[in-house]
C-alpha cells in the first residue's frame, strides 16, 4: 500500500483540516413521553414516615440526650421543696394580712361569746360545736396551702375549743335551783281560762286540781315570772320560766307541775324547747291547744269536745301520743318536710283517710277535735280509750 492510501487520520496527508475541528460526536435517539395530565384526586397516602421539618440526622448520628433542667428553671410553684424562692412581698401586703388576721380573731371571738350566752344545753353546744370544728379545719388547711403558720395556729385553737367546750360542759356542776309556789284566784268577772307558759326546756305537767285559777310547784335554775291578768273575760295565767344564762351557767331543766280549776273552760298555749310534757285534761273543758317546742316527747289526754276543738301541735322531733275517747270525734292533719320519717297508726285506730286528713268515721260537725300536727320526725300515735 502506497503511502497515504485507505488512512483518514492523523497520518493521511489527503485531509489536511482533521487536525484543525474534532470529529462530531454520533447522536443518540431520545424518545419522548406524551405529557401526563394532573391527577385530580389526593396521592395515596405513602408508607413512608413524613419528611423531617427541622434538620436531618444522620443515620450514624447518635440519639440526642434530653439534659436536666438547672434548679433555677425548675417548675416547681414557689414554697415548695426544690421550688424558686418568691419574690419578696411589697412593704403593703404583710401589714394587710396581719391586720385581716387580727380583725378574724377579734370576730371569731366575739361570735363565739355572744353564741356561749345563749345556748343553754349540751345538745346546743353540740350543735354549735359542729360548724366551729368545720371552720377550724378550714382555717387550718388554708394555713397550710399558702404557707401560713399564723393561720395554721389559730385553725389548730379554734378546733381545740370547738372539742373542749362540749366536754368541759358534760363534766362541770350544774346550778342550783329555786323552788316557787304559785296559787292564783279566779278574777271576778271572768268566766274563761287560758294558760300561758313560756319555758326553756325541762319537764312540764299540766293537770286539773286547782282550788281557784291555778295553782303550781314550779322549780327552775332562778325565779320563774308568774302573772295573772284580765283580758275581758279571760283570766290570763302567764308562767315564764327564769332567763338562763347559758354555757357559762351550765343551766338545769326546769321542772314545773301546774294545777288548773275546772269550773272554767280553758285555752292552753305553751312555748318551750327541749320539752317532757303531760297534758292531762280530762277533766277540764278545753277549747284550744298550742304547743311548740323543740326535741319533745309529749302526751296529750283530752275528754269528750263539746264544739269544735282546735289542737296545733308543732315539734322540731320527738314523740306525740294523743289520747282521746273512743266515742270522741277528730280528724287530723300532719305536715312534714319532705322525706321526713314520720311513723304514725292512724289506720290501725279506726281512722279513713279523706281529702288529706285521717277522720273517724261518722265525723261530727260541730263536736270534734281538729288536730294539727307539724313535725320534723318522729312518731305520731292516736289512743282511742
Known sequence: MKRGEGLSGPGSGDNPEWFKSPPPLPRVPVTRRAPVAPATAPPPASTAPPAATGPLALPDEPP????????????????????PVA???????PRAYWFGLAVLVV???????????????????????TPLLLLGVGLERVGRGVGRASLRTLGAVVIVVAVASPVALSLSRPGSQVST??????PAGASNGALHVTLGGGQLHVGPGAPGLVRGELLSPGTPSTEVSTSGKTAVAALAGPRQHGLLARNRGSDWDVRLGSGLPWKLKVDAGPLTADFDLRQLNVQGVDLSSGISRVALRLNQPAARVPVSLQVSTGLLDVYLPRSASCEIRVTAPVGALVQSNFGSQGLVSQGGAWRTPGESATATFVIEVRVGAGRVRIHRV
Open 87 to 93: 419574690a419578696a412581698a411589697p412593704a403593703g401586703q
Open 181 to 186: 309556789t304559785v296559787d292564783e284566784q279566779v
Open 107 to 129: 370576730g371569731l371571738v366575739a361570735i363565739m361569746s355572744s353564741l356561749a350566752t345563749h345556748v343553754t344545753s349540751i345538745v346546743q353546744t353540740v350543735l354549735l360545736a
Open 64 to 83: 440526642t440526650e434530653q439534659l436536666p433542667l438547672p434548679e433555677s428553671e425548675s417548675i416547681a410553684e414557689p414554697g415548695e421543696p426544690g421550688g
